[in-house]
Structure formats: C-alpha cells, structure tokens
C-alpha cells in the first residue's frame, strides 16, 4: 500500500508540475511575473504573523497604490483562474495516465506464468506474422465459414499454396492461461501430424500487438466433404470408383493415426463430414477434435468446418457411448457408419423417422444376399463383389468393442479386396491433374 501511495503521490506532483508549467507558459511574461512577485508579497504579509523573529527583508509594507489599484483584483482574479485550470489539467492528466496504464498493461493472462509457458515456444510448423496471413486472405474478406468460437478464411500463401485459416474468436480479455496452454499443445499436436490423407497444419499465427490474435492455418481442399457430395443435390455426384477411392485414403489416414503416428491418436468426430475432397477427390481427414476449445459447454450436434466445434457421435447397439471422448476401438465404429453412409447414400439419422442409418442396415447386413437393397439408387453401377466386401467389413467395425478388427487389419481387407495402393489413393499434384485433364480431353 506504501508503494501504491507514493506512486500516486509522485504521479500527482509530475502532472502537477507539467501542467503549471504549461499553463506560465502560455501566460504573457509580465502577468506571469506579476503573479509570481504579488503571491510572494501575500505569502511575506503572513510570516511574520507565524515567526516569533521577522526578517527585515520582509517586513516592508506594501504600497498603498498596490492595495487600492484595481488592477490587483485582476491579478486575483487572474491567478485564481489559472489555479483552477492547472488542477482541472491535473485531474486529467492523472486520468490519462491511469487509462494509458491500463491499456498498456501486461495481458491478465500473462501474469502469473510459469515453467512451460516461460519458455519460447518451439515448433515445427512455420510462424506467420498476422500482416502475412492477412495479405493472403486478401485483407480477410474470403470467408468460408464460421462458428462461435472460430472464423475461417481463404487464401493463398506467397508460395502460391491455397490454405484454409482459422481464426480464435476468443477476444484478449478472456484468453487465460488454460486457453493458452492449451492453443501450444493444438499446435505442436497437430504440428507432429504428417499425412497424405490429412488436412496437414501449415502454420499458426499467435501476436499480442498491436490486435490480438491466435490463428491456424491449414491446407485447404477445394472439394469440399464428403457429406455435401452424398446428401446435397447442389453437389457433384460420386459415382461408384470415386467413392471406393476415398473410402481407402480416409482408411489409409485413420491407420496413420492409429498404428503410424507416435505418440498415436484417435480421431475424435469422424463422418463424412470430417473428411474433405482435392481437385482430384482424394480423401483428407480433417476435425480431429484437438481443436475444441470452448469457453464454455456447446451444442454437441454443432457441425462446423476445418477445425472448428463439431463433436458429432453413435451410440453402440451393446450400450457403450462413444459420443464425448472416442478412443480407437471407437474410430473403428464411425467407420462402420460411414462405409454404410457410402454405400446406401444416406446419412448417419434419418431426421424424418428418428432412425439410425445402423439400424435400419442391421437387416440387411445379416444376410449377404439382401445387401443390394442398400445401394443407393442414384448409382448408375456398382462391382457387387466390392459391395459385399465393404458390408461384411462394416459388420465387423460395428461388432462389440472387443471382436472390433484394428484399423491396420481393415486397411488390409479393404486393399485386397479394393485394389487400391496409397499411391492410388492420394492426391495427384496440381500439375499432374491438369496434364491428366489435359490428355482426356484430347482423347
């Protein structure tokens, strides 16, 4: 409290003093001395009433002119106005002070840190300066999506790579240290995470001057989900070969997760929404659920796109939920649902009926010879053998956890039966597709 008083205190003084300075400055140089010599003049009439010795300096009266003249009243008017105005100047510049403070201060999230978040933040990922991200998004006005807690902007980068940034909605009053611990864990998480069937971080932005910022960038597919293009009209159609293309890359990256990566990693959405489609309709999985972070509890059933809030789950025939926090043998169940979402074309609920797509395929699925009735009719053709495959490899994902095969043993059966090699699978370069392109057209 001591020190907080004297801070004031000399606060005060400084202001005090820039203020009458300011203010004799501004006054013209005769007036200003006048002032000086009549309060020196008042302050000799009083002294010798408080001192026992008077001085002889001070005990000259005051001539008689300069008492009776009406131009000291203009004085003590004069130098009353302008102690009123170096006090109103006072109370300012203490105000502007405090306010300057105020603004200045350390972010309330920085207080108080300690150990890991003392240390300079290291990744692997590349750091992008906030006027870099903004130049690629062409000023931020690309908006493809959008959330509570996230805006999600278009670009390209100066290496002419197309991306996909996400932007905190959080603003800097209520970033903590949990969402900032948290925000360094997303990156260097998702940092380690390098495949062709994912939606690959690119780098991240984290600035605190002069605005506020904490952004991930991504790589971004062009095409879009696979959702949109099972379930809405406005959509390209997948034909047959397009689907079985995607249904092995998106297994190629959940084997990744699962079996490649160290420390692995279960995959905490996954549908047909988390997975997005190049140019060429490859398959890349994105939404991996490490970038939940909300400030506060949300709709489950909110589907938002790259990275933002979107837990969506199944419930499994044997009682076990595998909506809040999905481990592996629970990825393999999603799968299940998907390929049944592949195959039939509808989605995970029926809206309509209440149902899920689950149960209304349990029939089917029980007998080999009556899976043809999934197909969806907007299929022109299908490889039957293929079908049948993909139904009893569905049946096992959706099994009790502990009959579930691994996902390693599903990229297996899915190959052999499919054909399909990850050199097939993944995303053809951009060069590479137009010359593809190219050569149909001429034929």
């Known amino acids: 409290m001591a020190v907080r008083s004297s801070m004031k205190l000399s606060e005060t003084m400084y202001v005090w003093i820039l203020a009458s300075g300011l203010v004799l400055a501004l006054v013209p140089g005769s007036l200003a001395g006048r002032l000086l010599v009549d309060e020196n003049l008042e302050t000799a009439r009083k002294l010798p009433q408080i001192s026992s010795s008077p001085s002889p300096v001070l005990v000259t009266s005051p001539s008689p002119s300069s008492s ?12 009353g106005s302008v102690l009123l105005v170096v006090m109103a100047l006072t109370a300012l510049g203490i105000i502007f002070l405090r306010y300057k403070r105020k603004t200045t201060a350390v972010s309330p999230w920085k207080s108080g840190m300690s150990g890991h978040l003392q240390r300079p933040f290291e990744t692997t990922v590349p750091f992008l300066k906030l006027s870099e991200v903004e130049s690629a998004c062409e000023d931020f006005s690309n908006i493809i999506g959008e959330s509570s807690e996230t805006i999600v902007y278009k ?26 611990l948290s925000f360094r ?39 879009g989900t696979v959702f949109d293009h099972l379930h809405k009209k406005e959509s390209e159609h997948l034909d047959w070969l397009m689907r ?39 398959a890349k999985i994105a939404n991996f659920g490490v970038m939940k972070m909300a400030v506060a509890k949300a709709d489950t059933r909110q589907k938002d796109y790259w990275f933002g809030r979107r837990i969506v789950g199944y419930e499994d025939f044997n009682g076990d939920s595998d909506r809040f926090g999905p481990d592996f043998e629970s990825n393999l169940f999603s799968f299940g649902v998907f390929l049944l979402e592949i195959v039939t074309g509808r989605p995970p609920h029926d809206e ?24 969806d009719p907007s299929l022109k053709s299908y490889n039957h053998d293929e079908l049948v495959a993909l139904c009893r490899i569905a049946s096992l994902c959706l099994s009790p956890k502990n009959r579930r095969p691994t996902m390693r043993r599903v990229v297996f059966m899915l190959a052999e039966v499919l054909g399909i090699t990850p050199e097939l699978a993944a995303p053809k370069s951009s060069a590479l597709l137009w010359a593809q392109l190219e050569l149909e057209d001429e034929f």
């Open 244 to 282: 079985m293309r995607i249904v092995m890359g998106a297994a190629y990256g959940l084997e990744y997760m699962h079996h490649e990566l160290v420390p692995a990693a279960s995959h905490l959405g996954f549908d047909a929404n988390s997975i997005f489609l190049t140019d060429d309709y490859s």
């Open 185 to 223: 864990r997303k990156v260097e998480a998702l940092a380690r995470m390098k495949h062709t069937h994912l939606v690959n971080l690119i780098a991240y932005c984290s600035e605190e001057e002069p605005n506020f910022v904490r952004m991930l960038v991504f790589e971004y597919a062009s095409n």
């Open 68 to 79: 009776s003249s009406p131009q000291s009243w203009v004085y003590v008017v004069g130098f």
């Open 352 to 375: 309509v009926t209440g149902h899920s797509l689950v149960e209304w395929a349990s029939e089917y699925l029980a007998d080999p010879k009556m899976v043809w009735y999934m197909v």
């Open 155 to 180: 670009g390209t980068l100066a290496s002419g790579t197309e991306v996909a940034a996400t932007r905190m909605k959080v603003p800097a009053a209520n970033w903590n240290l949990q969402l900032e």
